[in-house]
Nanobody, 127 residues
């Protein structure tokens, strides 16, 4: 069974940078898409960014495009999210999640149900 653990959250000021990490185990890394999500303002989740562990293809939501960078280290089974120029509206609990690769990364990030989730890490941008 897939097991994911996030780390790297914290409290920062607007314009600062945070780096999140997601370490995974229990599944074949290359066959999956790993993503970062945060709580939506309404029902469901808000997709932030996803990456195919097979070929490194990435997707970013419009809210974070140009500010966040997702990357992976297959040797360490770890995925990263570098968050630059953080804004107050980025305040949220960030979760990493995994799903078997079954479509393009954008479709998976925006529409596919991810079955394995970490416990989340809090990011607070204040004041």
């Amino acid at each position: 069974q897939a097991h994911l653990v996030e780390s790297g959250g914290g409290s920062v000021q607007p314009g600062d940078t945070l780096n999140l990490s997601c370490t995974a185990s229990g599944f074949t890394w290359d066959d999956y898409v790993i993503g970062w999500f945060r709580r939506a303002r309404g029902p469901g989740r808000e997709d932030v960014s996803c990456i195919s562990m097979k070929d490194g293809i990435t997707y970013y939501s419009d809210r974070v495009k140009g500010r966040f960078t997702i990357s992976r280290d297959n040797a360490k089974n770890t995925m990263y999210l570098q968050m630059n120029n953080l804004k107050r509206e980025d305040t949220d609990v960030y979760f990493c999640a995994a799903a078997p690769l079954m479509s393009d990364v954008e479709t998976m990030c925006a529409r596919v149900e991810f079955g394995s989730w970490g416990q989340g890490t809090q990011v607070t941008v204040w004041p």
